[in-house]
């Protein structure tokens, strides 16, 4: 195994076990609060600080990662994981509902810049290592795979983490349950600093605001497109389709197993989608084109669920099951080959700059599809959150229209 096949090695596996932790962490709040008694706005309102950190936390975190290297910037983002796990496990049940939610709303932001760092961190060292790699085999060919086997086996882990929460939570309970996953944490912590590269991609940062945010059309245009991709996922996502479950009769352990399941499927079908789309010697003439269709199949699937509520299809919870399958099916294709475009787009030597702005607007996405779903759930319903994603969707193909498909003059394949 060359150098950098190890590295990206080392990091993916460093990320599984933060995301199985972050996966879990998601189940454990949601569902916990919802025990209490909290509405599907307050649910989401619990979110809200989390995604909006990612915001902030992914344009500083490519900017820090260029400017002191990967593995420093994974090291923080581990660290910081950690303490948001020991402050939500001191939440005191006599406290008012009003200092509760305050804390938690606090303590999953810290979490929220903790998950952003880590991310832009780890994909940026598939650019830094596939660069490295090139030589051996094919440049484009060989990043598209990396980053589908990163983005699948990374969401395939967080689905292991849905599950791992509800059931913490229904065992171990609460408090428990954030002690165990900060252990987890510890360990792999300990393997990043002992096997990481320290001034893995270290490189000349950005000076100036304007220059961290003059990206190229490619790279903006997809930031757009991501902004309402994962918009129109989370609107359903964070309360909308939990909550439903549950108010069916589903038990902690049933909804986190669904939502796991979805989510391991979701990874699995990311990490095949190279062999799925067709690919280009350019790296973009097929798969920008592939980027437009998938995401005009992807708008049309909730507006067919929401049209199966309003007219209250018979076992109406398999509807929505088996529609939501198929959303994950196309929006798995969608995520993937949007990741492989923003590395194809952005040049190798500030990489983790252009992802962590690219990861700014997948957290400004997530940020208003969680405010959205509590808010469209608690006004109309599941039919709303789903009549809301197919919107967003529709936005986020009328943006991908405007890709572009070929190479900046000078740039070329990176």
Same mark, same amino acid.
């Given at each position: ?217 490619? $790279?903006?245009?997809?930031? =757009?497109?991501? &902004?309402? +991709? ?5 609107? #359903?996502? @964070? /309360? %909308? ?59 049309? $699937?909730?507006?067919?669920? =929401?049209?199966? &509520?309003? +007219? ?5 919870? #398999?509807? @929505? /099951? %088996? ?59 599941? $039919? ?8 967003? +969707? ?21």
């Amino acid at each position: 195994m060359n150098a950098a096949t190890r590295n990206y090695a080392i990091v993916t596996a460093a990320y599984w076990g933060f995301t199985l932790t972050d996966g879990a962490l998601r189940m454990l709040v949601l569902l916990h609060f919802y025990q209490l008694g909290y509405s599907p706005f307050t649910l989401a309102f619990l979110f809200l600080l989390y995604e909006a950190a990612g915001v902030l936390a992914n344009l500083i975190g490519g900017w820090l990662a260029t400017r002191f290297g990967i593995q420093r910037m994974l090291c923080v983002g581990l660290l910081t994981q950690i303490t948001g796990f020991a402050l939500l496990s001191m939440l005191d049940p006599g406290w008012t509902a009003a200092v509760s939610v305050a804390w938690v709303v606090l303590a999953q932001g810290i979490c929220g810049v903790a998950k952003d760092l880590t991310k832009t961190a780890s994909k940026s060292a598939i650019k830094i290592t596939q660069a490295k790699a090139k030589a051996d085999d094919g440049g484009n060919q060989q990043l598209f795979k990396w980053v589908a086997w990163f983005t699948g086996s990374k969401n395939a882990m967080k689905g292991v983490g849905f599950f791992m929460g509800g059931l913490l939570l229904q065992t171990l309970g609460f408090q428990v349950s954030l002690w165990v996953m900060a252990a987890l944490l510890m360990l792999v912590l300990a393997g990043v600093v002992l096997s990481v590269p320290t001034m893995m991609g270290k490189a000349r940062a950005s000076k100036s605001v304007k220059e961290l945010f003059a990206k190229n059309p490619g $790279i903006n245009g997809l930031a =757009a497109a991501r &902004v309402a +991709l994962f918009g129109a996922r989370d609107i #359903w996502f @964070v /309360v %909308g389709v939990p909550v439903f479950l549950y108010a069916q009769g589903w038990t902690f352990t049933m909804v986190g197993g669904f939502l796991a399941a979805w989510t391991i499927g979701y990874g699995l079908v990311q990490a095949m989608a190279p062999q799925i789309v067709r690919r280009s010697a350019d790296g973009l003439s097929a798969e920008v084109p592939a980027a437009r269709i998938w995401s005009l199949w992807l708008a049309l $699937i909730p507006l067919c669920i =929401a049209t199966a &509520v309003l +007219l209250q299809a018979p076992q109406l919870q #398999w509807w @929505v /099951v %088996g529609g939501l399958g198929l959303f994950g099916f196309a929006f798995a294709i969608n995520s993937s080959v949007h990741s492989y475009l923003i590395l194809a787009y952005a040049g190798s030597e500030k990489a983790a700059e252009d992802v962590g702005f690219y990861y700014a607007a997948n957290a400004l996405g997530r940020f208003l599809g969680t405010l959205l779903s509590g808010l469209l759930y608690q006004w109309g319903g599941l $039919i709303s959150v789903l009549a809301g994603s197919g919107l967003m +969707l529709g936005m986020c193909w009328l943006i991908t229209l405007r890709l572009p498909t070929q190479h900046r003059l000078g740039q070329g394949p990176d």
